[in-house]
């Protein structure tokens, strides 16, 4: 069982930057793929970002490329996404994933959830 908890959303402008947290309470953290998927009010949730296991390979959203970087530190299990540039229709309840095998865009391929943490750009 993987425990997830993200931190770090919040209201920020347009053009600021924010810093999510993710928190995984797992013993075997390196094992796992880490995402990072958005839903918006009336919107179906979407692929953010992903990073691989061994924090080689990574994956964005044609929607977030240049503006947004997933990464990861292995002695305090926590996945990040550090968001640069924020646009008003980056507003979303932001939401941290896990799975052990799959390297996926797709969210039905992750098992694990944590809650989400809000993030509001105002424009």
């Known amino acids: 069982q993987v425990h997830l908890v993200e931190s770090g959303g919040g209201l920020v402008q347009a053009g600021g930057s924010l810093r999510l947290s993710c928190a995984a309470s797992?013993?075997?953290?390196?094992?796992?793929?880490m995402g990072w998927f958005r839903q918006a009010p009336g919107k179906e949730r979407e692929f953010v970002a992903a990073?691989?296991?061994?924090?080689?390979?990574?994956s964005y959203a044609d929607s977030v490329k240049g503006r947004f970087t997933i990464s990861r530190n292995y002695a305090r299990n926590t996945v990040y996404l550090q968001m640069n540039s924020l646009k008003h229709e980056d507003t979303a309840f932001y939401y941290c994933?896990?799975?052990?095998?799959?390297?996926?865009?797709?969210?039905?391929?992750?098992?694990?959830w944590g809650q989400g943490t809000q993030v509001t750009v105002s424009s």
């Open positions: 994933a896990a799975d052990r095998d799959a390297y996926s865009e797709y969210a039905r391929d992750y098992d694990y």
């Open positions: 990073i691989s296991g061994s924090g080689r390979g990574t």
């Open positions: 797992v013993r075997t953290f390196s094992t796992y793929v």
